[in-house]
């Protein structure tokens, strides 16, 4: 069933969450009420065992034009300008990163369109992003006399390399979508028409095949611990993982299906099966 809210819609597919974002009109330009709708969608899928993949993508022919600026100049003014309208005072915030961050289900971008501003940097925190060939990329945000936003002066780089990083952001040029691809923002380039199928053939290969609590620990493992200077901080925790893991349901479950052939039936949750074990480098809050 899909449900309309408004600024995005969001569909139930089996084990998939499709996220839409559904402002056609003006190239589905971000605004704070876009924001807050893209993480109580994910906050909905981290909570919801059913749900093993989300998928964000847009409708119409941009996947996001970047922030609204229809009311002008001031636009970004969000303390006393016209900016207050869009961007609710400041709401123009990163909470919508926390919640994908903190969400323990691997999520996939099909961009339908180009992508520029925060319309780019909304998607970085995703695991998976493929494109369709004719999409173009911009960190357009010194253009426009702001500086990258929504962590994005961390995850960029973390996907592109700093060299890459540093002259997308600095010239706020547009990528093509080979650029992009050759950069390793995103992984494939597809048809428009076969956009929404090879999503969701990518997004039931996870959700057929792999554990729910190993790949929410995965996703933790590697997000919170690639960019340490050593591999000390990682190691510190994945034998732990193991231990706890190894005499688990899922385990005996998926050695089971490799050996007889079959395709595994997890029965961990993540809800209630996920070890106690925090995975975060130390000294680091968590995102």
Not at 68 to 77: E, K, L, M, P, Q
């Amino acid at each position: 069933m899909i449900e309309r809210r408004e600024t995005l819609e969001t569909e139930e597919e089996g084990p998939i969450l499709w996220v839409r974002l559904d402002r056609p009109q003006v190239l589905n330009a971000y605004n704070a009420a876009m924001g807050a709708e893209i993480a109580a969608a994910f906050r909905r899928a981290d909570a919801d065992d059913s749900i093993r993949v989300v998928v964000l993508t847009g409708k119409g022919r941009a996947f996001c034009a970047g922030a609204d600026v229809s009311a002008g100049a001031g636009a970004f003014d969000t303390e006393s300008g016209e900016g207050t309208g869009n961007f609710g005072g400041g709401a123009r915030d990163s909470d919508f990163i926390a919640a994908m961050m903190d969400c323990r289900k691997p999520s996939i971008v099909a961009f339908n369109g180009s992508a520029a501003g925060v319309g780019l940097t909304l998607t970085l925190p995703c695991d998976i992003r493929i494109a369709v060939d004719t999409a173009r990329f911009g960190c357009v945000f010194t253009r426009r006399g702001l500086v990258p936003e929504a962590g994005s002066a961390w995850f960029l780089p973390q996907l592109v390399g700093l060299p890459t990083a540093l002259r997308w952001c600095l010239t706020g040029a547009l990528v093509p979508a080979a650029e992009a691809l050759a950069a390793g923002l995103v992984s494939e380039l597809v048809a428009a028409d076969a956009l929404q199928a090879r999503a969701r053939a990518l997004a039931l290969e996870i959700a057929d095949n792999t554990a729910p609590v190993a790949t929410a620990l995965t996703r933790q493992l590697l997000w919170r611990h690639a960019a340490d200077p050593d591999p000390s901080g990682a190691l510190s925790v994945d034998s732990r993982l193991n231990i706890a893991l190894g005499k688990s349901a899922d385990v005996h479950e998926g050695v089971a299906a490799f050996l007889e052939k079959r395709r595994p039936a997890f029965p961990g949750r993540v809800s209630t099966d996920m070890p106690a074990i925090e995975v975060r480098p130390a000294g680091r809050r968590a995102v």
